[in-house]
């Protein structure tokens, strides 16, 4: 389960979105537990892609896991 302002990880690509496994996101709004608004963002602040993603297209980051940085190209 999910709250609002967790950082979730997620499980797959999404190739219409630029979007790859394991890029790093944050829960924006909770769907009745259901369904989770995702925010991804650049590291000058600015909104990348912002999806509803199901409990089963993330998971959450644990603790010993290392951030990366990749470019994002937009499609």
Same mark, same amino acid.
């Given at each position: 389960?999910?709250?609002?302002?967790?950082?979730?990880?997620? !499980?797959?690509?999404? !190739?219409?979105?630029?979007? !790859?496994?394991?890029?790093?996101?944050?829960?924006?709004?909770?769907?009745?537990k259901k369904a989770f /608004?995702? /925010? +991804?963002?650049?590291?000058?602040?600015?909104?990348?892609?912002?999806?509803? +993603?199901?409990?089963? /297209?993330?998971?959450?980051?644990? !603790?010993? /896991?290392?951030?990366?940085?990749?470019?994002?190209?937009?499609?």
């Amino acid at each position: 389960m999910f709250d609002e302002l967790d950082t979730v990880v997620l !499980k797959k690509d999404i !190739k219409k979105h630029g979007l !790859k496994k394991g890029d790093i996101g944050t829960v924006v709004h909770v769907y009745g537990k259901k369904a989770f /608004e995702v /925010e +991804f963002v650049s590291a000058s602040g600015n909104t990348m892609a912002l999806i509803t +993603f199901s409990q089963k /297209e993330i998971r959450p980051m644990t !603790k010993n /896991e290392i951030l990366h940085a990749r470019d994002f190209a937009s499609m």
